[in-house]
């Protein structure tokens, strides 16, 4: 394999739009085409692969335990901190990952 060092970055730079437009090539799918076709079993894969710890029966205890909590948790956050605490408690694991957008109270989560 040969390399020509005498190529500039203009030579090498693609043409605006250039990475914007779709090839022609049949095997090319959109991410929306393929997930609105393999979806379901990409889903499915997940959940034999992943099972789900937490199904939204929370414990009566932890209930308690959220419900007593000085800063109340909106419905949804308290469905995290149970879902948290099943992995971590009931099964065990070292760590949770929690992923939402800013604002929505990650950090108020973690302390509960």
Same mark, same amino acid.
């Given at each position: ?11 090498? $730079?693609?043409? =605006?739009?250039? #990475?914007?437009? *779709? ?8 991410? @929306?085409?393929? %997930? ?21 029966? $929370?414990?009566? =205890?932890?209930? #308690?335990?959220? *419900? ?8 949804? @956050?308290?469905? %995290? ?5 099943e992995l ?6 070292r760590a ?10 990650k950090v108020?989560?973690?302390? *509960?």
């Open positions: 394999m040969s390399v020509d060092l005498n190529t500039t970055a203009n030579d090498a $730079a693609p043409v =605006q739009g250039e #990475l914007l437009e *779709a090839e022609s090539n049949p095997l090319t799918l959109s991410l @929306q085409v393929f %997930v609105g076709e393999f979806g379901d079993e990409l889903l499915d894969s997940l959940n034999r692969a992943n099972p789900p710890v937490y199904a939204g029966q $929370a414990q009566a =205890q932890r209930q #308690l335990v959220v *419900a007593s909590l000085k800063r109340k948790l909106f419905q949804a @956050q308290a469905e %995290v901190v149970h879902a948290a605490a971590l408690v009931d099964q065990g694991e949770a990952i929690v992923n939402g957008e800013m604002g929505c109270g108020r989560r973690i302390g *509960a």
